[in-house]
């Protein structure tokens, strides 16, 4: 069982990445979230519901596997974040959501900043969530206006 939340916790090994972990990560979920795209089913409620839960859930038993907060092997997070930052967008808007939910991933603006400070799995995942509901927001305020 433990490697099985190893293997997802880390986005199938992409949170091993030398190089930017996180962004690997988020790769990941942009290719997971396209796959699931073209087979045609939706980004809907109940399966963001399940993957902020079960992502939880293996945050925080990553965390406890790799004895360090937020570690930075865990991308479960960034996976989530970027299916959030796609919710009720189609396949033509994975690359904008993409850059934007890394966007304010990275730079944590307020009130991202003020929540990596919770513990466990719900520190870890809820600053990505928020980065990816602002990033949602984002986009579809520019396509409202264009």
Same mark, same amino acid.
């Given at each position: ?20 972990? #996180?962004? &690997?990560?988020? +790769?990941? $979920? /942009?290719?997971?979230?396209? *796959?699931?795209?073209? %087979?045609?089913?939706?980004?809907? !409620? ?34 989530? #974040?970027? &299916?959030?930052? +796609?919710? $009720? /967008?189609?396949?033509?808007? *994975?690359?904008?959501? %993409?850059?934007?939910?890394?966007? !304010? ?42």
């Amino acid at each position: 069982m433990n490697k099985l939340i190893r293997l997802l916790a880390t986005g199938f090994n992409s949170g091993f990445s030398p190089v930017a972990p #996180g962004t &690997v990560g988020t +790769i990941v $979920g /942009l290719a997971l979230t396209w *796959l699931w795209l073209i %087979f045609g089913f939706e980004i809907n !409620f109940p399966l963001v519901f399940i993957l902020v839960v079960v992502g939880t859930y293996l945050a925080d038993s990553a965390e406890k596997f790799f004895g360090k907060k937020d570690a930075q092997q865990i991308v479960i997070d960034e996976i989530v #974040g970027f &299916v959030i930052a +796609i919710y $009720g /967008l189609g396949i033509n808007m *994975l690359i904008p959501a %993409f850059v934007l939910f890394r966007l !304010f991933d990275i730079l944590k603006p307020p009130p991202i900043n003020k929540f990596q400070e919770l513990e466990g799995g719900v520190g870890v995942m809820v600053d990505d969530i928020l980065a990816g509901i602002m990033a949602n927001l984002l986009l579809r305020l520019i396509l409202f206006f264009v």
